[in-house]
């Protein structure tokens, strides 16, 4: 069957009249194009008047109908298809048909007839439309300014749109979520102006603490509903009247920060402002539930208010809140309180190990307020509690943002298949034990913790207490790590260890390689580890000599007297043939973002602290030799970028840790 064009002419700049010959009834042509962006689309589909008279037809193309289906952002490639069974006959040329390109005055695609393969296709392609911030002002009420806009444009025959646009992480720069519409007119002189309040910008754009919006500028002819969007340009010299910050009140409680991306393209963030509204004033356990008492901290008012839990959902880098629970809160002449029963605490299917869920304070007509935890209110004494049913136990902790939280874990189990271990080391044995995904989520089916003596040097286990340190004085030490120092300095780690009978004992020399000992009289030292280096602790506190390693032989000749000790005190609690000493080691190299694989700066560094590792663990195995070791220097594990707590040479890809627990379960299990 022939259908072929012969002819075609663009009518008043509306329609084009294509002419052609066909040799049975023709029943439908229908204009149609496939949108193959991430999938394959079904097809976009116009149907097309035409005229038959015995072997010729007339079909007319409306120009307005192809502007308002082609795609905005990029070429549109239509074909003509006609019958309306499957398979479908496409309209073909058997020869050239002149035809010259058009564009109206109103429009922003250029058309074109083309004949690939003889197919009659229509190509509708978006004119190169770019817009430039000419000048650019913040105050308190809105965010403003003036754009120009390329190529030149006819008088108000063109309308601009302002859309903000949300992307999911602040990486993701190509992709978007939330989207917020401002219309900004017709475009005048190939120029337009704009002025957005600040409250009208949408709450729903908060969904992060902090979030990034794209500013894009649409340009769109007046009789049509979709335009070419293009991002909005800065060029140098507006570039220093950007970057400017402005708080956003009530109800939306944020800060907008205007700013200049590395594409030289106008961006904000949008973050939330709502720290330190509402405070913990006092929380205290009553044996069968935890009384609140909470003060607001501005003239912001509070009505039919409560306390909400949160459970915080792994959403990338960041996470989101899918689970909560509510209790209400009881106002007085100027404070809140509420009580919050150990049995109704997060009962229910809600629950997941190792989660953290956060406190919030909600209001009507106001945001979710997080709880901020002064200083003054010290929750270290608050211990893990039982609940859902005894499943899960939950500890109420201060965040690293200083709010309010709650840190829940599973219950452990006590079959006769789970081996009761103690640790004394670091990241390199203990972070076995974790349930996170790039670690190992199954380990309690195997093993419980009884302690874990966190980054403690041999040295000062064997010296006497450190009294008259008081930690709360020091809130630049994180409410997590402060038992690190705390455990530090009242050496109970031997009778912590006898009461937790454990199966197994599991140790590494970490903290014994590469960090110093602070001797602050002649009868006791503390291990000088990262936490304590990282607060005013270690400036207030007085010492009479540091142990370090400049000079390693220095260190190793004293460290070997308390190792000594150590050890024999060590084996009168865990038979020797139960003690099992990971050898450790620092990596050289780490996979990158990109996966490729790069050596740390300060190899030589590494391999010198390595090499002395190799002394100590030598020492102590000399000491003990029914001790198991696990040694892994041999196998090719090399850190990771993507390592939850951050990269270095201590860190390492996941199946260094994968492995490590089953090597610890072929060693207890045999």
């Excluded at 509204?277 to 044996?287: E, K, N, R």
Aim: glycine fraction near 2%; include cysteine; aromatic fraction near 12%.
């Amino acid at each position: 069957m022939k259908i072929l064009i012969k002819d075609i002419q663009l009518i008043d700049n509306k329609t084009w009249k294509i002419f052609g010959i066909s040799e049975r009834k023709i029943t439908s042509i229908q204009a149609y194009f496939n949108d193959s962006r991430e999938y394959v689309h079904p097809e976009q589909k116009i149907n097309i008047p035409f005229e038959q008279d015995t072997d010729t037809f007339t079909a007319t193309i409306s120009v307005a109908d192809i502007a308002k289906y082609s795609m905005a952002d990029q070429e549109t490639d239509w074909k003509f298809k006609v019958n309306t069974d499957y398979p479908y006959t496409n309209l073909c040329t058997d020869g050239p048909i002149t035809n010259k390109p058009f564009q109206s005055d109103s429009s922003l695609f250029r058309y074109q007839f083309e004949f690939p393969l003889g197919i009659l296709t229509l190509i509708s392609k978006p004119l190169e439309v770019s817009t430039h911030l000419e000048n650019f002002s913040m105050d308190e009420q809105s965010v403003s300014g003036e754009i120009s806009i390329k190529p030149s444009l006819t008088d108000k025959l063109f309308k601009a749109r302002l859309l903000l646009k949300r992307r999911p992480t602040a990486q993701f720069y190509l992709f978007h979520e939330q989207q917020q519409v401002f219309n900004l007119g017709a475009v005048m002189n190939n120029r337009i102006t704009f002025s957005i309040p600040l409250q009208d910008i949408s709450s729903q754009f908060l969904v992060d603490d902090s979030n990034v919006l794209d500013a894009i500028i649409e340009i769109v002819p007046v009789d049509m509903e979709k335009g070419i969007p293009t991002y909005l340009s800065i060029g140098s010299e507006v570039k220093p009247a950007v970057s400017q910050n402005r708080k956003v009140g009530a109800p939306l409680l944020a800060t907008l920060h205007a700013y200049v991306t590395g594409s030289n393209r106008l961006s904000f963030l949008f973050k939330k402002n709502r720290q330190g509204i509402a405070t913990l004033t006092q929380l205290s356990d009553a044996g069968e539930e935890f009384k609140f008492q909470l003060k607001p901290e501005s003239d912001i008012k509070f009505s039919q208010s409560q306390i909400v839990a949160k459970r915080r959902d792994k959403k990338d880098k960041l996470f989101e809140y899918n689970i909560e629970q509510t209790w209400p809160i009881k106002k007085g002449l100027n404070k809140y309180s509420a009580s919050i029963s150990k049995k109704d605490f997060l009962a229910g299917p809600v629950n997941k190990a190792d989660t953290t869920w956060d406190f919030y304070l909600r209001s009507e007509d106001l945001p979710d307020l997080p709880i901020m935890v002064p200083d003054m209110v010290d929750l270290s004494p608050l211990e893990y509690f039982d609940i859902a049913n005894d499943q899960f136990k939950a500890k109420i902790t201060k965040n690293g943002l200083r709010n309010l939280s709650c840190y829940t874990i599973k219950t452990p189990t006590n079959s006769e298949k789970v081996t009761k271990i103690a640790i004394m080391g670091t990241d390199f044995s203990y972070s076995a034990f974790n349930s996170r995904p790039f670690f190992n989520p199954d380990y309690e089916e195997f093993f419980e913790c009884s302690i874990i003596q966190s980054h403690s040097s041999i040295i000062s286990m064997m010296t006497e207490p450190a009294t008259d340190i008081d930690l709360t004085n020091y809130p630049d030490i994180v409410e997590q790590r402060r038992p690190i120092i705390a455990e530090d300095l009242k050496k109970e780690f031997f009778a912590n260890l006898e009461a937790s009978n454990p199966d197994y004992f599991l140790m590494d020399l970490y903290p014994d390689v590469v960090r110093p000992v602070m001797w602050l009289n002649d009868k006791t030292a503390i291990t000088l580890s990262y936490v304590v280096e990282q607060s005013q602790l270690l400036n207030d506190l007085p010492y009479e000599k540091i142990v370090d390693h400049v000079d390693n032989e220095a260190f190793f000749h004293e460290w070997t007297k308390y190792a000594d000790q150590f050890i024999s005190k060590l084996t009168e609690i865990i038979p020797p043939n139960r003690v099992i000493l990971n050898s450790g080691g620092f990596t050289t190299s780490y996979y990158a973002k990109n996966r490729a694989i790069l050596e740390y700066k300060g190899k030589m560094e590494i391999e010198r602290n390595n090499y002395f590792w190799n002394r100590l663990n030598n020492y102590f195995m000399s000491r003990i030799p029914e001790a198991t070791v696990i040694d892994f220097s041999k196998k090719p594990y090399i850190g990771d970028f993507n390592h939850p707590f951050g990269q270095s040479p201590s860190h390492f890809e996941s199946t260094y840790y994968k492995d490590f627990l089953k090597e610890l379960i072929y060693i207890t299990q045999k």
